[in-house]
Nanobody, 124 residues
């Protein structure tokens, strides 16, 4: 079993920045992908960003590209999501997810392990 814990959410004004952290522990895999999804009020959960732990490659949703950066710390087994130039439409619960393998995936059902989520609120 893999435990996934997010942190770093909060309230920020439009144009500001936040950094989210996602720590994975427990059973480990040699190759896996960690991703951030988000769910805004009244909307479905959507893909935001992902990183392949083995290759280091990254991918982003068009809505966050150029503003968000996903990165990893191998020693801490932690993934970060640096969010800059935040907009009110970025307000959502951000959840971290893990899947085995190296291929980028973008659908909720393609991820095996999930954290509880952290709230990000951007005021106008």
């Amino acid at each position: 079993q893999v435990q996934v814990v997010e942190s770093g959410g909060g309230l920020v004004q439009a144009g500001g920045s936040l950094r989210l952290s996602c720590a994975a522990s427990g059973r480990t895999f040699s190759r896996y992908v960690m991703a951030w999804f988000r769910q805004a009020p009244g909307k479905e959960r959507e893909f935001a960003a992902a990183i392949s732990w083995y290759t280091g490659s990254t991918d982003y949703a068009d809505s966050v590209k150029g503003r968000f950066t996903i990165s990893r710390d191998n020693a801490k087994n932690t993934v970060y999501l640096q969010m800059n130039s935040l907009k009110p439409e970025d307000t959502a619960v951000y959840s971290c997810a893990v899947r085995q393998g190296t291929l980028m995936k973008y659908r909720i059902y393609e991820y095996d392990y999930w954290g509880q989520g952290t709230q990000v609120t951007v005021s106008s």
